[in-house]
């Protein structure tokens, strides 16, 4: 298993913009996929991006798709989401999640979680 540990939540205006980083350690990243998932207060956790180490092959949530762009720096073994107009429904905890098979994470079956870090867009 590899080691996530999330930064860069936080509050933010409606229409503003977040980047959230995940410094993954632990194993030769190569074969993994990253994802970020978030939950927000009453519902269940929803994935939001993915990313494959290798090739760079990147997923979305249709909700997200064209605002939040997911990206890895191989040098720093880390990933981000950048999060562009954001909006009142993007309040949540976002969780890194890691895993070597691309389609079982983005189906929520994930190895590693990081531990979260919340994200609040206020009006």
């Known amino acids: 298993q590899v080691q996530l540990v999330e930064s860069g939540g936080g509050l933010v205006q409606a229409g503003g913009s977040l980047r959230l980083s995940c410094a993954v350690s632990?194993?030769?990243?190569?074969?993994?996929?990253m994802g970020w998932f978030r939950q927000a207060p009453g519902k269940e956790r929803e994935f939001v991006a993915a990313?494959?180490?290798?090739?760079?092959?990147?997923y979305y949530a249709d909700s997200v798709k064209g605002r939040f762009t997911i990206s890895r720096d191989n040098a720093q073994n880390t990933v981000y989401l950048q999060m562009n107009s954001l909006k009142l429904e993007d309040t949540a905890v976002y969780y890194c999640?890691?895993?070597?098979?691309?389609?079982?994470?983005?189906?929520?079956?994930?190895?590693?979680w990081g531990q979260g870090t919340q994200v609040t867009v206020s009006s």
């Open positions: 999640a890691a895993d070597t098979a691309s389609n079982r994470l983005r189906n929520g079956v994930v190895a590693s």
């Open positions: 632990g194993r030769t990243l190569s074969s993994y996929t």
């Open positions: 990313i494959t180490w290798r090739a760079g092959t990147t």
